[in-house]
């Protein structure tokens, strides 16, 4: 399973949780823009994800040949602060139409927690690492924290380089 497609997946599972909420999902090319992103002022939920990498499991010997790897990513949950005397409070109450926005995160790292890919070439379930709040930067503080998970994938079987491959390298 491609790395596209992991993407492509969770993106659809966000964009069907976030319905009743209008919220917005956008993938991010890494942290620094995923913080931006989460910085600017919106009033709605937004789900920002970020491919945060993977490493090879194995031993040297084997680790090549069995291509195996834990796909890092990072899922952001963001929404604005809103006008209110006691910002906090939303944190933990309902505030006139708005869910508690722990409660949202709550909901989720569970929806993170059950993902489910393609189990011809991803383990079941998701590896669920932490939820952390997103860091600061220049000193803006952000409404928002990030989930991050891994999903052991295989990778496809090494094949014979491509002709046009090997004819450059020994040029």
């Known amino acids: 399973m491609t790395i596209s497609e992991q993407a492509t997946n969770i993106v659809g599972v966000m964009q069907k949780w976030l319905q009743g909420v209008k919220g917005d999902v956008e993938v991010c090319y890494d942290l620094k823009q995923m913080w931006e992103v989460a910085s600017q002022a919106s009033d709605k939920v937004r789900v920002l994800i970020t491919y945060g990498g993977e490493e090879i499991r194995g031993e040297f010997a084997v680790a090549a040949a069995l291509g195996r790897v834990d796909r890092k990513w990072i899922v952001a949950l963001v929404r604005g602060r809103g006008f209110n005397t006691t910002p906090g409070l939303a944190l933990a109450t309902q505030q006139q139409n708005a869910p508690a ?9 569970n929806i993170i927690r059950s993902l489910i890919f393609d189990p011809q070439f991803c383990e079941l379930p998701v590896d669920f690492k932490n939820v952390r709040p997103i860091a600061y930067g220049n000193n803006v503080p952000l409404n928002g924290y990030m989930v991050e998970f891994t999903v052991g994938t295989q990778l496809p079987a090494l094949l014979d380089q491509p002709e046009e491959l090997a004819s450059a390298q020994a040029a």
């Open 101 to 109: 926005f722990y409660d949202q995160l709550d909901d989720f790292r």
